[in-house]
Each structure stands twice: as structure tokens, then as C-alpha cells.
């Protein structure tokens, strides 16, 4: 009996010592009033400041809508800009709340460095750029180029694995910082600038000749980037990852910006969950749908997300889509039913 109420007791204390530990995050981002979002130290369409230091962007965008999710309120985030090599130091040690950078979700950075991805923000894939008098065509006439890279990314390794393959020879020029490396290519330091495809897109936009520069067509790796928090908080994560597909949902479900208080009138079941609009069930009783509760959020968690930042379709197009400078298509990142990948649970 005694053992049984020793075990009692600790699994209690357990219970109550996790749920604590579990809202964390949560409670010391209402404290303090706002979300810091680690995001790049400049990469047009995904995290961009302006010369007044307002911050736009792709994955600028998904801190807002998890701000929005939070406080009702998509404008309570500060933004630190980070470099490939601090930015999962800073929020292992609680510098940040979300890392929401162009980061790569592979399985060692999944499983050793107390982090959990939430989610795929956008599809992509490694990259050559080399100036267009090089006359080069193909990734696989780049036998005996030096390349310039970023450290303390996953660029490296797969740069290593696709001239390996392909038995080629190359010399790689790498730097800690970006400019560091875009700077090095520009001044003809080395041949090619490898890193995500978007991010050539993005960064040839800075040269004073962008058409002077080609991207390759071959793309050597899967590099799914999304939003980071850390593993230990649970009800954290949840927020973060339900943030991201409130997104998808409503753009599947054809809910925007600029609708969402019409469709609160929606008979669509799920568009109600979407919205927390409360019903009538058929034995008369009412249906609370609301989800936020389960997070941790109120009933307007989703709606407040919409409205005020928009769909996934609305923060693509409108930072990196096709009528953007990039001018990048949907692709892998279109919703799953038009032939892509981007994919989202149900609210139910």
C-alpha cells in the first residue's frame, strides 16, 4: 500500500511537474508581451529587413501568424537576426522562442540537438549560381571549380556528396557569413555560389546585374525547411505546428484575409472548426468547436491567424510567388490536391 501511494504521489508530482514545464514558453512569451523569432540576416522574400529595420518575409510571416495565434495580435514579435552557424545555439539556450530561418529539417538535427521541427514551411533544394560567360549549362560541367558556401550548413555535406558521385574535382571557398561568401563571389574569389535554390533566386536579386548570373536546372538535395522550437515543450510545439497548418486548412478550404468574417456564416462543418464557430447539433445541443483550448489559445486563435496574416497561398505569393522579384512558382509547395506537398491534419 505504501508503495502504491509512493507511486501515486510521484506520478502526481510528475504530472504536475510536466505541465508546468510543458507551459513554459507559453507563459514567458505572455510575460513578456512579444515572440522572438530568430530569422536570417537578410534573405529577400523569407526574412528581409527594410532600411527603416521592419522585417518581411516568408518565414517573417509565420512568426506573425504565431504571434497572431497568441496574442490576437501578429505585430508582437521581435526579430534577431542570426547566422547559419548561432542559430540553433540561440534557441537551445532560450535566446529565441522559434527559429524560423531557412533551416533544414534532417534527422541529427531532429534528434541531438533537443530540437523539434514543426512543420514544412517550404520545399527545396540545393543549387549551383555561376555567372552567365561562364557558359556553363549543367552542374556536371563544373569539374575542377572552386565553390563558395556557407559553413554550419548542410550545403557542405551535400556539395561533397554530389561532386563525389559525379566524380568531379572542386575546391570549396567557404564563410561563417553570407555577405561574407556573396561578397567572395562577386569579386570572381570563386566559380559557383551553392546553397537552397530559393535563396540563389533571392540573393541574385542583390547583384548590380542579376542577369548576369544563371541558376543551374539541377537540384542535388531535399532540403525541407521549416520553423524550430525546442523538444522539451510540448505545448509550445503544438502552437507553433497547429499555427502552420491553421494555414494550409484554410487555404484549402478557400478561407482568406480577406473572407474570414463572411465565412464564419459557412454551413462547411469544417470551416466552423477552423473558425471556433459554435453550433446547433441535430439532438439541439451545442457544438463548442472550439480548439484553441487544447493548445492552450483562445477560441480565436485560427481566425486571428487569418485575418490578420492571411492563408499559405497569401504569404506565398505575396513574398516569393510569381508576382514577387523571385518570381517562384507553387510547385512541391502547392497544396497536396494540386499535385504538391504541403499537406495539413484536420481541426477536428
Not at 518581411?56 to 505585430?75: I, W
Not at 534527422?107 to 514543426?118: P, V, W
Not at 562577386?186 to 546585374?209: H, P, W
Amino acid at each position: 500500500m505504501k508503495t502504491l501511494k509512493k507511486f501515486l504521489m510521484a506520478s502526481a508530482f510528475g504530472v504536475a511537474a510536466a505541465t508546468a514545464a510543458n507551459a513554459a514558453t507559453l507563459d514567458d512569451v505572455k510575460a513578456k508581451g512579444y515572440i522572438d523569432c530568430g530569422v536570417s540576416q537578410g534573405l529577400i522574400g523569407f526574412s528581409n529587413p527594410d532600411e527603416s529595420n521592419n522585417w518581411s518575409g516568408l518565414d517573417v510571416d509565420f512568426c506573425k501568424a504565431v504571434a497572431a495565434a497568441v496574442f490576437g495580435d501578429a505585430t508582437k514579435v521581435k526579430y534577431a537576426p542570426l547566422s547559419a552557424k548561432e542559430r540553433f545555439t540561440a534557441l537551445q539556450s532560450g535566446t529565441i522562442d522559434i527559429l524560423s530561418r531557412n533551416s533544414t529539417w534532417t534527422m541529427s538535427r531532429d534528434t541531438t540537438l533537443g530540437l523539434t521541427f514543426a512543420g514544412v514551411t517550404y520545399y527545396d533544394g540545393q543549387g549551383f549560381l555561376v555567372p552567365s560567360k561562364l557558359g556553363v549549362k549543367s552542374a556536371l560541367e563544373l569539374g575542377g571549380a572552386s565553390v563558395c558556401t556557407q559553413t554550419g550548413t548542410t550545403t557542405e555535406l551535400n556539395l561533397a556528396d554530389y561532386f563525389k558521385a559525379n566524380k568531379l574535382e572542386y575546391k570549396v571557398v567557404a564563410f561563417e557569413k553570407n555577405e561574407e561568401v556573396l561578397k567572395a563571389y562577386q569579386e570572381g574569389r570563386c566559380d559557383v555560389f551553392t546553397t537552397d535554390q530559393s535563396g540563389l533566386y533571392a540573393e541574385r536579386l542583390k547583384f548590380t546585374n542579376p542577369d548576369e548570373h544563371v541558376v543551374l536546372p539541377e537540384i542535388i538535395s531535399k532540403e525541407p525547411l521549416g520553423p524550430v522550437v525546442r523538444q522539451s515543450d510540448p505545448q509550445w510545439f503544438n502552437i507553433v505546428k497547429w499555427s502552420y497548418y491553421a494555414l494550409l486548412n484554410a487555404e484549402e478550404l478557400g478561407v482568406t484575409s480577406a473572407n474570414v468574417d463572411e465565412q464564419k456564416n459557412s454551413a462547411n462543418p469544417e470551416i466552423q472548426r477552423l473558425l471556433s464557430v459554435k453550433v446547433k447539433n441535430p439532438d439541439g445541443t451545442e457544438a463548442d468547436n472550439d480548439f484553441g483550448k487544447g493548445i492552450g489559445l483562445g477560441p480565436d486563435w485560427a481566425y486571428n491567424i487569418i485575418k490578420q496574416v492571411g492563408n499559405y497561398s497569401e504569404i506565398f505569393e505575396r513574398n516569393v510567388g510569381v508576382s514577387t522579384p523571385l518570381k517562384i512558382a507553387r510547385g512541391s509547395n502547392a497544396l497536396w490536391k494540386d499535385g504538391g506537398l504541403q499537406y495539413a491534419p484536420p481541426i477536428r
